[in-house]
């Protein structure tokens, strides 16, 4: 399983939200992108992907921006990278729409959601907050 670079780039503006601080002033996508050095457009297509998924709040206005939508400690990997990449699979044979022509015969098929489970259950026990080295 590779992670596409959205989905490092997703965890480094998270770091970064998390280490701008709890209840401080929220960041902007220009603020972001000069902090990360990742490209403005690239900023603003994360932030709102992540503020899709819950991981961030947006605020509007002045002074308005970005925020963590709830405490790091409560954010997994696993958040991030549904957020990011959808649900997580291994493979997409046990989808129940695929459309391989050995799904009848596989014997692996059944055993799919297993393996999901414990990669998803992996990912769900790293906090932002253990991710951004947070005390």
Known sequence: MRLSN?????VVVLRQVVHHGAGAKCLTTLTM?????????????????????HLLTSLRGMGGGFTL?????????ADVVEAIEGPIAMSSC?????L?????????RPRWPEVN????NALESISLKSLAGAS
């Open 6 to 10: 959205l989905t490092d780039y997703a």
């Open 33 to 53: 992108a000069e902090k990360t050095g990742l490209p403005l457009p690239t900023v603003q297509k994360l932030m709102g992907r992540l503020a899709a998924a």
């Open 69 to 77: 939508a709830r405490p790091a400690e409560e954010i997994t990997l």
């Open 94 to 98: 046990d989808n129940k729409e695929s």
């Open 100 to 108: 391989c022509k050995f799904s009848a015969e596989c014997g692996m």
């Open 117 to 120: 489970r414990t990669v998803k």
